[in-house]
């Protein structure tokens, strides 16, 4: 479809606004036809949820699944809160109908998904696993059998762990091409829409220097930085095997959580100093695959542990890509200073709110300033969010309801913001919620609630909660509500 020009969209949104007001029997008035809370989305923005394979399958030894870094991790006393693992889960490899029905009736238009590696290829490269393909046939047959469109995830971080050295090896990136050539061939007669790798920041930093997330390394700068080489690397040639195997017509991009700095003070000199720091705190990851090089600032400050580069990388690396995922979560605030990089960092405050999980620091620009920020710093393809969302401590009332107001708060106010980065005009296509389920939440275990369903995790039932029927009114009318 074609999309509006920013003065068009700001006619109909006008116009809509109009009619809302109206219709709800207080228009009159320049005063409010003037005013910008305008909260329709444009006709065609895809909403959806997301969720990924490790944190709601379940099912890990059935059907010739490969073992993951991540049941390795998980099964590591004291790694994961409680020492939970994902061997269940949400059990969604044996219940997918029954979410797949979830997401019908909120009324999605996609839903993105990500498919275990280990599934196809147990040992993460070499023999094909028939019946892992076969799985997740029986998923986008499903999907599209109830009207919503898959958005294919190929890496949300279930490395097989044959694979030797793990994101150590370059040998990792090369395999991670085969399985995405594979997969592109097999499946894109009806997958549209193809991620590679879902954040770089978590594929390697958190998982090889914190050491919070499998495989638990801490390295030091040379090995770290040949890691996240090697996951930029990873998803270049998987765009260029995704673009070789695919069926014309099928788009590629990525997932990324790429830092977001927001302006302390909506004023000229902050916003430079957003953009300038955008540009540098994403020096590894995304400014690297839009640039298609390291950028000097970044070569210099690592010095003799600047990662090794082999001839192609950057071609790889710099392939132009159909649409960017962002997944955005929480502000990084930045001002403008008098000095060489030309910003500093905001010191958060003791007392900054945050959702249920301690890192989540709620700030609602976070949302429009991860779309301009990008935006501002290079010619950016089709924007998706390809997650927002929030933990929240939800509990089950006596009447059955989980009434997550703070949720709603959370997703409502973010949801104004990309409102506010669309009606600027900047190429936000659909948003995809984070998530459909409460799952498992990585290193919080089952403790921690992403979902707009509630999951009992003793029985497997499902019970949607006020945020679900929250988004589905907001699918239903295209409309924050
Ligand atoms: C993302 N942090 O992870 C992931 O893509 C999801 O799998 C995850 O469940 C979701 O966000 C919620 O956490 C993150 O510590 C995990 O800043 C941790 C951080 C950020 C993102």
Same mark, same amino acid.
């Given at each position: 479809?074609?999309?509006?020009?920013?003065?068009?969209?700001?006619?109909?949104?006008?116009?809509?606004? &109009?009619?809302?007001?109206?219709?709800?029997?207080? +228009?009159?008035?320049?005063?409010?036809?003037?005013?910008?809370?305008?909260?329709?989305? !444009?006709?065609?923005?895809?909403?959806?949820?997301?969720?990924?394979?490790?944190?709601?399958?379940?099912?890990?030894?059935?059907?010739?699944?490969?073992?993951?870094?991540?049941?390795?991790?998980?099964?590591? !006393?004291?790694? =994961?809160h409680n020492n939970d693992t994902g061997d269940v889960a949400d059990d969604s490899y044996h219940r997918y109908k029954e979410d797949i029905q979830l997401l019908k009736n909120l009324g999605v238009g996609g839903h993105r998904f990500s498919i275990a590696w280990s599934r196809i290829f147990p040992s993460g490269t070499g023999a094909v696993n028939q019946k892992g393909v076969d799985f997740y046939d029986r998923v986008i047959d499903e999907l599209l059998k109830n009207g919503i469109e898959p958005y294919v995830t190929l890496f949300h @971080?279930?490395?097989?762990?044959?694979?030797?050295?793990?994101?150590?090896?370059?040998?990792?990136?090369?395999?991670?091409?085969?399985?995405?050539?594979?997969?592109a061939k097999h499946y894109s007669d009806r997958v549209k829409h193809f991620m590679t790798t879902?954040?770089?920041?978590?594929?390697?930093?958190?998982?090889?220097?914190?050491?919070?997330?499998?495989?638990?390394?801490?390295?030091?700068p040379a090995e770290a930085n040949q890691v996240r080489h090697h996951a930029i690397l990873a998803h270049g040639l998987g765009v260029q095997a995704i673009r070789a195997n695919a069926k014309a017509g099928t788009k590629v991009g990525l997932a990324e959580n790429a830092n977001v700095f927001v302006p302390v003070i909506e004023t000229d000199e902050h916003i430079a100093a957003a953009k300038r720091a955008t540009r540098l705190g994403n020096a590894p990851f995304l400014t690297a695959l839009m640039e298609g090089r390291y950028i000097d600032e970044y070569l210099e400050m690592a010095g003799a542990a600047a990662p090794k580069v082999e001839a192609g990388d950057f071609k790889a690396i710099g392939s132009k890509l159909d649409f960017v995922g962002l997944n955005v979560y929480t502000p990084i605030y930045v001002r403008a200073e008098n000095s060489a990089r030309g910003f500093a960092i905001e010191q958060q405050q003791a007392n900054y709110p945050n959702m249920d999980s301690p890192w989540l620091k709620v700030g609602p620009e976070v949302a429009y300033w991860?779309?301009?920020?990008?935006?501002?710093?290079?010619?950016? !393809?089709?924007?998706?969010?390809?997650?927002?969302?929030?933990?929240?401590?939800?509990?089950? &009332?006596?009447?059955?309801?989980?009434?997550? &107001?703070?949720?709603?708060?959370?997703?409502?106010?973010?949801?104004?913001?990309?409102?506010?980065?669309?009606?600027?005009?900047? !190429?936000?296509?659909?948003?995809?919620?984070?998530?459909?389920?409460?799952?498992?939440?990585?290193?919080? +275990?089952?403790?921690?609630?992403?979902?707009?369903?509630?999951?009992?995790?003793?029985?497997?039932?499902?019970?949607?909660?006020?945020?679900?029927? @929250?988004?589905?009114?907001? =699918?239903?009318?295209?409309?924050?509500?």
């Open positions: 479809m074609s999309w509006m020009t920013r003065r068009d969209f700001g006619k109909v949104a006008t116009a809509a606004a &109009t009619a809302t007001v109206l219709k709800a029997g207080m +228009g009159k008035s320049a005063w409010a036809a003037d005013h910008d809370a305008v909260r329709i989305f !444009p006709k065609g923005f895809v909403w959806g949820c997301a969720t990924a394979s490790y944190q709601v399958e379940g099912a890990v030894n059935e059907d010739g699944r490969g073992a993951t870094i991540w049941d390795n991790f998980a099964h590591t !006393p004291g790694k =994961i @971080w279930d490395l097989p762990a044959a694979l030797p050295g793990g994101w150590q090896s370059r040998d990792t990136a090369k395999a991670f091409a085969e399985y995405a050539a594979f997969a879902n954040e770089f920041v978590c594929i390697t930093d958190i998982g090889h220097v914190e050491g919070r997330f499998a495989p638990g390394l801490r390295l030091p991860s779309v301009r920020n990008v935006c501002e710093n290079w010619k950016m !393809p089709d924007l998706l969010i390809t997650e927002n969302g929030c933990s929240a401590e939800d509990v089950v &009332t006596p009447a059955g309801r989980i009434e997550d &107001t703070e949720r709603v708060m959370y997703l409502r106010n973010h949801l104004a913001q990309f409102h506010r980065a669309i009606s600027e005009g900047y !190429p936000l296509r659909g948003y995809f919620l984070w998530s459909l389920l409460d799952n498992f939440e990585w290193a919080d +275990g089952y403790s921690k609630r992403f979902g707009l369903h509630y999951v009992d995790y003793a029985t497997q039932k499902r019970i949607p909660k006020l945020s679900a029927e @929250w988004y589905k009114q907001v =699918i239903a009318h295209n409309e924050i509500v």
